[in-house]
């Protein structure tokens, strides 16, 4: 089968296809706890239990796909890690997969990415997520699936992914964009979840709140998202050659990175230690205060 263009598929287009049995539906809802509480990355796998799509494998976003070894928090798994939890899903080489959580589409938009990132881009995040698909009295499930065991091949793809160091060598690079995804109030420092309050100096803020509906859940229309970009200072017809977004952990940043995405722009890179490592270490440099 194939999967329609673009970053996201509706709820429309799922339903129609759940008995497709190519497909490989995966569930990755999961929430993250304010700044303060320990741990503040949490699965949700009893929600999972209690009702999900028909036939959706469940990913716990805290342990399958990241690290677990990385002193940085939510680092994403190492090629061979990865590999063997995608094919224990039944995710393969050739496995069209959508995503979805109940977070505006951050736990899902890790998860695609970190399928693009090893090689599979046949994969799409479910535009709003569990919400919205019960919100439309679409079928749930109590059955968890028994997926037969598949072959999936890392391809590592490294633009996708910045290291600290990376971002700090770019940082008087006009040619380099960064996009804070957090709050605003994390941004200008007041809030902070590490060590350091502030932001990466020259990064935009584009809280990830702003480019969702929160009445249906959705990505906002593309001119609305172009609007929400704009306000923040980015103005996405004349994106520079590179793309950084980050957030805490790596993970609300690809709300903005799918929204870029949704807006043509497909290669928009993580920086995978977000604040987390950013904001606990001394010797990087912080800004504070009012956007730049």
């Keep these: 089968m194939n999967l329609p263009d673009g970053a996201v598929v509706s709820t429309e287009w799922l339903a129609a296809q759940l008995h497709s049995p190519e497909l490989r539906v995966v569930d990755v809802r999961g929430k993250v706890l304010p700044p303060g509480n320990s741990p503040r990355y949490l699965p949700k796998r009893a929600e999972y239990d209690a009702a999900h799509v028909p036939g959706a494998v469940f990913v716990d976003w805290t342990r399958d ?13 190492r090629p061979h890690a990865f590999a063997a939890r995608m094919g224990e899903l039944g995710v393969g ?7 979805y ?3 505006n589409h951050a736990f899902a938009g890790r998860l ?3 399928l693009r990132y090893y090689g599979h881009d046949d994969v799409r995040v479910l535009d709003g997520g569990w919400s919205r698909w019960i919100a439309e009295g679409r079928p749930v499930s109590t059955d968890v699936p028994r997926p037969v065991a598949a072959r999936f091949t890392p391809r590592t793809r490294e633009p996708l992914r910045r290291t600290a160091d990376q971002v ?4 008087e690079d006009p040619g380099v964009l960064l996009i804070d995804a957090r709050p605003a109030e994390q941004y200008a420092g007041a809030v902070s979840a590490a060590a350091r309050s502030g932001h990466i100096p020259g990064a935009r803020n584009v809280p990830y709140s702003r480019l969702v509906d929160p009445s249906t859940g959705r990505f906002l229309p593309a001119s609305e998202l172009s609007r929400a970009f704009a306000e923040a200072g980015v ?8 793309v950084v977004v980050y957030c805490n952990g790596g993970v609300t940043c690809t709300i903005p990175l799918n929204a870029l995405r949704v807006l043509g722009r497909d290669d928009v890179a993580v920086f995978d230690g977000s604040w987390n490592e950013w904001g ?11 956007k730049p």
Excluded at 93 to 99: M, N
Excluded at 168 to 171: M, P, Y
């Design 65 to 77: 796909i990241v690290d677990v070894d990385d002193p940085v928090p939510a680092q994403i798994a």
């Design 93 to 99: 080489d050739a496995s069209p997969v959508v995503a």
């Design 101 to 103: 959580d109940d977070y």
């Design 112 to 114: 695609a990415w970190a």
């Design 168 to 171: 700090e060598r770019a940082l």
């Design 235 to 242: 103005d996405v017809q004349h994106l520079p050659r590179e």
């Design 280 to 290: 606990n270490d001394p010797r990087r440099p912080i800004r504070s205060g009012p």
